[in-house]
């Protein structure tokens, strides 16, 4: 039987190492085929350091966070690193976007997917990622895009932890343990040398998550130990047959 799979879409380069680097390297380790789409490499908005190096080219910024992101997705464990390359700030989420994407949902047919919060003033390619998603997950959904074609079920949209988490309206209701993989995360984490400012700021948050984990896993009466977690809000319902 083939693997079970996922799919993560990220807007820029890094962004599914700090938000999701965790679930991605617990699954891979489950035996998932996890894919990771980038719709870009960020090379505008989230590369600061590089830029201010003297004589610093958009093309020289795009092959040195493709690097990053491919030596990220390896020490991830990562099935496929997908390249889309639409830009940055903003993003380019046209039609032949939308269509290379539903084309990558239907070829994967995910589990679960991950994405953006749905809200993030700060970075609008963040969110109009999540709006892309949602949208292409649906056109992956209709039976009347490309016939023939097998049509996708339902899987769930995760939204990973935005930056600056109290501004973007997002509000976990699930909490993964990710402390058997912590030392992959860390190590794609330290893959990207452009945003050192951030490799301390993701793994306190892992271990603040981890505090999450435990109180809302029974806390002081039977709560399970965890050192390194993820936080997702879910978008849609689950169906269960007992609670
Ligand atoms: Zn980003």
């Given at each position: 039987?083939?693997?079970?799979?996922a799919l993560v879409i990220s807007a820029h380069a890094a962004d599914f190492v700090w938000r999701a680097g965790?679930?991605?390297?617990?699954?891979a380790k489950l035996g998932y085929d996890v894919?990771?789409?980038?719709?870009?490499?960020g090379e505008r908005g989230e590369s600061a350091k590089l830029w201010k190096q003297p004589g610093m080219t958009l093309d020289v910024v795009k092959e040195a966070r493709h690097k990053e992101a491919e030596?990220?997705?390896k020490?991830?464990?990562?099935?496929?690193?997908?390249?889309f390359d639409l830009g940055d700030y903003p993003l380019d989420l046209g039609a032949e976007a939308r269509d290379r994407m539903v084309d990558v949902i239907r070829k994967v047919q995910p589990s679960f997917m991950m994405s953006h919060s749905m809200w993030d003033p700060y970075n609008?390619?963040?969110?109009?990622?999540?709006?892309?998603?949602l949208e292409t997950r649906m056109i992956a959904q209709a039976w009347g895009h490309n016939p023939g074609?097998?049509?996708?079920?339902?899987?769930?949209?995760?939204?990973?932890e935005p930056h600056q988490t109290e501004q973007m309206g997002w509000k976990p209701d699930t909490f993964l343990d990710i402390t058997e993989v912590w030392d992959k995360k860390r190590a794609a984490i330290e893959c990207m040398e452009g945003q050192e400012h951030l490799w301390d700021f993701y793994t306190r948050v892992a271990q603040n998550r981890a505090n999450h984990f435990k109180r809302n896993s029974g806390g002081q009466s039977g709560g399970r130990d965890c050192k390194y977690a993820e936080g997702f809000q879910s978008i849609f319902p689950r169906t269960v047959d007992e609670l």
């Open positions: 039987m083939a693997n079970k799979t965790g679930a991605i390297a617990l699954h894919t990771v789409v980038c719709l870009s490499y030596n990220a997705a020490a991830l464990g990562v099935h496929d690193l997908v390249s609008t390619d963040h969110m109009n990622t999540t709006k892309f998603v074609e097998k049509v996708l079920g339902a899987p769930q949209l995760y939204l990973f």
